[in-house]
């Protein structure tokens, strides 16, 4: 490692070990659970190849792209769990405020009022984000836990979303098939080319962000992880980018009534995913808020000496669970292709598993976004593979909550294990 | 009135300027001076006319038994508590600290015992929380771990094998140095560290110590709350007791012995050490 003379001093700090101990320590790293990913992903291979043995539709293309679409709702409500979770709150009414999101959406753009769609689906934000904010100030200010604010919610707002959606005269449902966007959201693809540029371009930028820092480090003398890693790194992602690709570009169409139907490309709602993915991620790790949110986790006292205001990023948790929320419940309701009075009460639950089962800490201070997307992914592998086996519901909530309990195990032994190590 | 080593006024409020009544500061600059601090709560008084200088480049030892006010005069000084009455004097001007931003802003910086980082982020992430450095709005990551690198590297923390692991992983001893650090790079002029060195061993001990003599040194006014004699003979430049309330002794540390700090600390008066002046009580 090359450096300049005055920075060589200052790097002295840091022994030089030797490639491949450094390879070595990072794999140590990931099995401490820091970033488990190592058992999240035997944990994946286990499931599908269950799943594939059991029945040989699961790794067709039809079904991974119908698997992906379920995944996105669950990602997305685990993103929305872990702006909370990281300070160490919880969200427990995310599942009915989304749908009530979504209900706005459906209402305002049907009927009586037939509002633009970017006004209906700006609308059914605001109203989930409010709603985080109404929960983030009766939290702070009352000083209660949230996980009391948000289980009241989880009922007053169930309340709210019958009495909105009953009030509409329609029986209990409201589809949204006459509002073409939020309807395209997930039953649309775009083209084939699009999306090998769509996720192309995801690959490269991703790629670029791993690159870019480690030539910015090289040159400032500091050290740098050893290429191999992130050269796996990358090849993962184009690996995975590659199947991706030819997933989606797999023409999933059936012969139907005599003639052919082509369906091909990538569902929008997966752009929804990865633009949610990247746009928390660079959040959470290149603004000072962000770095905020871990630090009150962490120690809310130490921030509140250190000059943060805990109470206002408390908020803005808050706020942006609220929004999260909101976009969930607009490819939910697209999914289920409008409203009803009558809503799924697990999807909470799969909200905190997702985030869970990813890597995200109940205890606060530690997670990413990224977590919500494998989380969500295991969550949704669950659900369609069983949903495949015609496996009665009783036993996909249970082996959900199994999974469920592994992950939490995992997590507070990882946070005994820090502590034991001090 | 007592007046061994030098006195200071119990209950009567001080009669002519305090500073004449400390006369082993005037050697070097006085940074900071607190002139007949008091503070209530409510029926509570915890200091009484408290009066203190704190010379620029020394270590003032403020020693005392649990309940003296100890902690309650470095929040009055840190901006935590408004004082009920009295002044405080920074570099000869009177100042009003009303917040541990508008304390920092002056130079203050103060190390808590317990309760000063985040376990989950790494040591470069503690040093600069609240102060995180940005380019184009983003965190800029590499100008602030060589930043943390070098004022690690210039305070002599060698242990700290990587500046980008958790703190978490650190030793009481490494902790309690990255903490001393994150308080002196920014410009400090004034460290307060409240019993830095309780909960650690002996090696670890050492190196705080260490680490403190290095602020002193780099001219630095460093006030330090131990109640550890040993420790405080080690590293004191000047010692402060406080006894109810009331600061009862101050002066340099070769005023004391161990056997007078003890008879200061605990009857607020002594007739021995190597002081041979007896109070006049
Ligand atoms: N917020 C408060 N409200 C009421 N009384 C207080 C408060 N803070 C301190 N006191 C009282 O002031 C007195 C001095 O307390 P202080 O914490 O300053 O003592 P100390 O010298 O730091 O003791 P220790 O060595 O145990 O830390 C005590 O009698 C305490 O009960
Ligand atoms: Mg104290």
Known sequence: ?422 | MTNAPESSSTSLPVVGPPAHLDSGVSSSSVLLELRGITKSFGAVQALKHVDLEVPAGQVTALIGDNGAGKSTLIKAIAGIYAPTSGQILWNGEEVHVHSPREAEQLGIATVYQDLALCDNLDVVQNMFLGHEETRYHQLDEISMELAAKKVLADLSVTTVKSVRQKVASLSGGQRQSIAVAKAVMRDSKLVILDEPTAALGVSQTAQVLGLIHTLASRGIAVLLISHNLADVFVVADRVAVMYLGNLVSSGPISDYDTASAVDWITTGASTRGASTMAPAS
């Open chain 1, 1 to 422: 490692m090359s450096s300049s003379p005055e920075i060589n001093d200052v790097d002295s700090l840091v022994p030089h070990e030797s490639p491949w101990q450094e390879v070595w320590a990072q794999l140590k790293g990931l099995r401490r659970g820091d970033s488990g990913m190592v058992p999240i992903v035997i944990g994946i291979v286990v499931l599908v190849a269950y799943f594939q043995i059991r029945n040989s539709l699961f790794l067709s293309a039809g079904n991974l792209v119908n698997l992906f679409v379920q995944a996105t709702t669950f990602v997305l409500l685990g993103m929305a769990e872990i702006w909370l979770l990281l300070l160490g709150d919880i969200d427990l009414s995310v599942g009915y405020v989304s749908v009530l999101g979504g209900a706005t959406a459906v209402i305002l753009g049907d009927g009586q009022f037939h509002w633009p769609w970017f006004l209906t689906v700006l609308m059914a934000i605001l109203v989930t984000t409010a709603i985080g904010a109404l929960h983030g100030a009766i939290t702070i200010l009352l000083r209660v836990p949230s996980f009391i604010v948000t289980l009241a919610g989880l009922l007053a707002w169930e309340g709210v979303l019958i009495y909105v959606v009953d009030a509409q005269g329609t029986g209990g449902t409201i589809s949204d098939s006459s509002e073409k966007v939020l309807y395209d959201l997930v039953n649309t693809n775009m083209s084939t080319l699009w999306t090998i540029i769509v996720l192309a371009a995801s690959v490269i930028a991703s790629s670029l962000v791993l690159l870019l820092r480690d030539r910015a480090r090289r040159r400032n003398g500091l050290t740098v992880l050893p290429f191999v890693i992130t050269g796996l790194k990358i090849a993962a992602m184009v690996i995975a980018g590659g199947i991706l690709v030819s997933i989606f570009n797999t023409n999933r169409g059936v012969t139907f009534a005599g003639h052919q139907v082509t369906l091909e490309g990538m569902p929008w709602a997966i752009l929804v995913d990865i633009v949610m993915l990247a746009g928390g991620t660079a959040f959470l790790s290149r603004t000072k808020a962000g770095r905020y949110l871990y630090a009150i986790g962490g120690n809310a006292e130490a921030a509140r000496r250190a000059g943060v205001s805990v109470n206002r990023h408390r908020l803005l948790a808050f706020m942006l669970t609220g929004f999260t929320t909101g976009i969930a419940g607009l490819l939910y309701i697209s999914r289920q292709g409008g409203v009803s009075d009558n809503v799924d009460s697990t999807l909470v639950l799969y909200a905190v598993a997702a985030a869970v089962i990813g890597g995200t800490s109940l205890f606060g201070g530690r997670g990413k976004i990224i977590h919500a997307l494998i989380g969500g992914l295991i969550v949704a592998i669950i659900y369609n593979g069983m949903g495949l086996l015609s496996i009665t519901a009783s036993a996909e909530y249970i082996a959900i909550a199994v999974v469920l309990l592994a992950a939490v195990t995992v997590d507070s032994l990882a946070r005994r294990g820090s502590e034991v190590s001090r």
